[in-house]
């Protein structure tokens, strides 16, 4: 099992560019999620999702979309980049159905905006 | 709104001693909490968990205590090594699918 992967690694976008970040779990775990976490703050959810073609809002979505067209891939994908995206971002899945109980965190994504 | 937080940013311990790790949360409703561990470069890694109907929860070498009445978390790890170099945060649920994560506290185990 690979668990959870990320991609890219790090990442870095100008003002206003778009971008897609990638995550892939083979555990067939239905719960999923994408978290950002930043220096001095804990982690915090962006959007989330308990199965295939079902998604929810978290903490933090603006300027975030999401979508899962299978029970694999949660693609996070970033519509104008700011400054303020500026954070490590990582993705998360669980067998239990929701954030509770073990959740395994993909390696994070690294993006600057300038 | 109400978030989770740590006492204090920074531990160091002597390999072989014990750690404890604290936490305060806000939120009274909150009814499940997890230790995570997460080392330099990685995703954070599920240590324990402790449901609010317990004051205690032990695991290996670890330990989570529950005060529910002053809301702290702690995490006591027994003879610490330096493996265990990492940052510590609590989570707690606030409400269905509803985690919040504190900022984490940094422990470093000296040889």
């Known amino acids: 099992n690979a668990g959870v992967t990320q991609t890219p690694k790090f990442q870095v976008l100008k003002t206003g560019q778009s971008m897609t970040l990638q995550c892939a779990q083979d555990m067939n775990h239905e719960y999923m999620s994408w978290y950002r976490q930043d220096p001095g703050m804990g982690l915090r959810l962006i959007h989330y999702s308990v199965g295939a073609g079902i998604t929810d809002q978290g903490e933090v979505p603006n300027g975030y979309n999401v979508s899962r067209s299978t029970t694999e891939d949660f693609p996070l994908r970033l519509l104008s980049a700011a400054p303020s995206q500026t954070s490590v971002y990582f993705c998360?899945?669980?067998?239990?159905?929701?954030?509770?109980?073990?959740?395994?965190f993909g390696p994070g994504t690294r993006l600057t905006v300038l | 709104g109400e978030s989770v937080g740590l006492h204090l940013p920074t531990l160091s311990v002597q390999e072989g001693d014990n750690s404890i790790i604290n936490c305060a949360y806000s939120n009274s409703a909150s009814d499940y909490f997890i230790w995570y561990k997460q080392e330099s470069g990685k995703g954070p890694q599920f240590i324990i968990d402790?449901?609010?109907?317990?004051d205690k929860r032990q695991g290996q070498r670890v330990t989570v205590l529950l005060n529910k009445t002053v809301k702290h978390l702690s995490l006591q790890i027994a003879a610490t090594q330096p493996g265990d170099s990492a940052v510590y945060f609590c989570?707690?649920?606030?409400?269905?699918?509803?985690?919040?994560f504190g900022a984490g506290t940094r422990l470093t185990v000296k040889p």
């Open positions: 998360a899945s669980s067998y239990s159905g929701g954030p509770q109980g073990e959740q395994f």
């Open positions: 402790i449901r609010s109907n317990m």
């Open positions: 989570a707690e649920r606030v409400a269905n699918n509803d985690m919040r």
